[in-house]
């Protein structure tokens, strides 16, 4: 056994009481009285940081919720990896779905017949999976390798910020701002999982995010259904008529020049794809559906990692309550979000929806457009690049087989802010699995996996130490 892993295995409990601290944290950053909160977990963050050997920690304002800074640069010709993570969370409602408080960490073996080896431990809490347990892996493994080698193989920074689970909207601004502080050779982010307990992944992007909201207003007020129906035109159907314009019955998304700047699959890597093991009949089974639906020519899987979409997020205007109201709604509203992949933009896509808006608006009603996010680009990393060939190794090393590559469904914003702004790329290395709730009630992590997590960043850091390229010497800036 290696002295890291002695270290490790003589000093896990020491770890689960951190990983439990952090966890009674309720730095839920959506909700304005929990912004002490989130300031509190930062605080903590900090203070671990520098127990696990980090220099210059700090906590860094950004107008918003913070982030927190440190750094160990004591490793000459060594690249300098930038460590993500986040330490604020989700909302909990409904609370009466917890078996076990949000906020209390509670250990308890799975149930019967739930995925994973049986009986294993997990712990259930709010952050758990997403991501408080990942953050921790990170620095317990820098810890644990200062007190057995003297010091860190690689040089290290931290950017661990307080706002990403409400869209990091002070975060760009204040990493352009601080763009040479967090110089880099390359971003390692916790924010990633795992395929099962027995097969890696290597996540390879993310697609990007672009929203409008639509208001339509017809008369002044509500009107009686049957004195005014068929003289005055209904918002509802209006905006469902708008709507229906917008995607076709095969899943194509019918707005002009929409599909302009998609990059097409390569043939590579739709062979990539199909590799991803996946049983139609039991997906479809699991969540509850008759049958799978989307864009036609294209896999359920290409569909969810690389090709766009445009969903209807929420639909709502005239009487809702129980029983009869003959009622001529005056108003109407619409959510709709798309999910973008290379290279679309959403600046762009999100023009081409008011465009689309005004050229098939129906006669007799207003209507208003409001943008409901910044909006974030689609990501994508080289399968091969330098830093995916490490992970990919010891990953192969952890688990005994190679890694699924796979992409994410889902937008994670700061990984384009990386490319952009600091000029490198995101690898993703975590430890959760999809099944284990997070954004939901009983959020869990497998203890088998955040203790795997543990050996792998170890094993992580030294093998970037001794086989990573040299620094471009944008780390020490």
Known sequence: ?????????????????????????????????????????????????????????????TGG???????????????????????????????????????????????????GTGGEGRVYARGASDMKGNLLLQLAALEALRETTGGFPVNVKLFYEGQVEIGSPQVPAFLTKQRDLFACDL?????????????PELSLGARGLAALEIDMTGASSDLHS????????????????????MRGPNGRILVEGF??????????????????????????????????????????????WARPTLELNGLWGGFQGQGS?????????????CRLVPNQDPDRI?????????????????????????????????????????????LKELYGREPLHVRSGGTVPVMDLFKTTLGVETVGFGFFQDDEHFHAPDEFMRLANF??????????FQHLGAASPASSGTGSR
């Open 259 to 304: 599909y302009d700047d998609v990059r097409p699959l390569s043939d590579e890597e739709r062979a990539m794809i199909a590799r991803y093991p996946f049983d139609e009949a039991k997906f479809g089974a699991e969540l509850g559906v008759d049958e799978l639906f989307g864009e036609e020519g294209y896999s359920p899987i290409e569909r969810m």
């Open 451 to 460: 203790e795997r997590g543990l050996r792998g960043y170890c094993m992580l």
């Open 226 to 245: 049957g004195l005014f129906g068929g003289a005055v035109q209904n918002p509802l159907h209006a905006l469902v008529q708008l709507l229906g314009s």
């Open 1 to 61: 056994m290696s002295d890291w892993a002695t270290y490790l295995a003589d000093n896990r409990q020491k770890i689960l009481d951190d990983y439990f601290a952090l966890l009674r944290i309720p730095s839920i950053s959506a909700l304005p009285q929990h912004a002490d909160d989130v300031r509190r977990a930062a605080r903590w963050v900090a203070d671990r940081a520098t127990r696990a050997g980090l220099e210059n920690v700090r906590i860094m304002d």
């Open 325 to 337: 109201k003959t009622v001529l709604p005056n108003e109407a509203h619409a959510k709709i979000t």
């Open 65 to 115: 919720h913070p982030v927190v800074y440190g750094d160990r640069l004591h490793a000459p010709g060594k690249p300098t990896f930038l460590l993500y993570g986040h330490f604020d969370v989700q909302p909990v409602d409904p609370l009466d779905l917890w078996t076990s408080p949000p906020f209390e960490p509670t250990v308890r073996a799975a149930a019967q017949g739930a995925p």
């Open 187 to 199: 971003v390692i982010s916790g924010d990633s999982g795992q395929y099962d307990e027995q097969t």
């Open 350 to 394: 999100r023009a081409l929806l008011r465009a689309h808006v005004e050229r098939h608006r129906p006669p007799g009603v207003r209507v208003s457009l409001g943008d409901r996010t910044g909006g974030a680009k689609p990501y994508l990393i080289p399968a091969d690049h330098w830093g995916n060939r490490a992970a990919a190794a010891v």
